[in-house]
């Protein structure tokens, strides 16, 4: 949205998907792309059957298992101990070759004149940190990058504070541009 919706005044992008085909070539070893694509391929004639749309995991750190994820962050966030019957690991193999198929980096130099706020991670298995400071590179004025010492979900957990803090600094610094002196003291909208 922030690349093709002009009525948009700040765009924060935390840990995001730049290229879902990267991504994928970088998160599946490549003795296993084959067998992945057939998954896809089965999955996709067994609806047009009228079947119901195949799943897999989401994460596992089996080898023997299909998941989307591997990596032991995302691993560890999904796993974490949550209420029966407030999430599965379970996606569909439609979703997971949808999301390979994602491909908003395309868009990145489209974003200005909106102002960008970046926030990426050192060590995110995720979403990647190379391609995040790419995408970055490419991003037109104006622009600011927010490095989070840390992995792909601790900007949503136990750096929530310094990742949400500087959301919401650039979201003031470029929300409130134009609004009356009093409003901008007080923090009101």
């Given at each position: ?62 080898p023997a298992v299909p ?123």
């Open positions: 949205m922030g690349a093709t919706d002009r009525r948009l005044r700040a765009v924060v992008s935390q840990m995001p998907t730049i290229s879902g085909h990267e991504q994928g070539l970088r998160r599946v070893a490549p003795e296993v792309v084959a067998a992945l694509e057939e998954t896809f391929s089965e999955d996709e004639r067994a609806r047009f059957r009228g079947e119901a749309p195949r799943t897999q995991t989401v994460v596992s750190s089996d998941a989307s994820y591997r990596s032991q962050d995302a691993i560890d966030f999904c796993l974490q101990p949550v209420p029966d019957g407030v999430w599965e690991n379970t996606v569909t193999v439609r979703s997971t070759r949808a999301a390979r198929r994602y491909e908003p980096g395309i868009w990145i130099t489209r974003v200005s004149p909106t102002p960008l706020l970046r926030v990426a991670a050192v060590n995110d298995t995720v979403t990647l940190t190379d391609m995040a400071l790419a995408a970055y590179e490419r991003a037109l004025e104006p622009k600011r990058l927010r490095v989070m010492p840390s992995g792909h979900f601790d900007p949503y957990t136990s750096e929530f504070d310094q990742a949400s803090a500087a959301a919401r600094a650039w979201f003031r610094e470029h929300l409130m541009r134009g609004r009356p002196a009093a409003d901008r003291a007080a923090g009101t909208s």
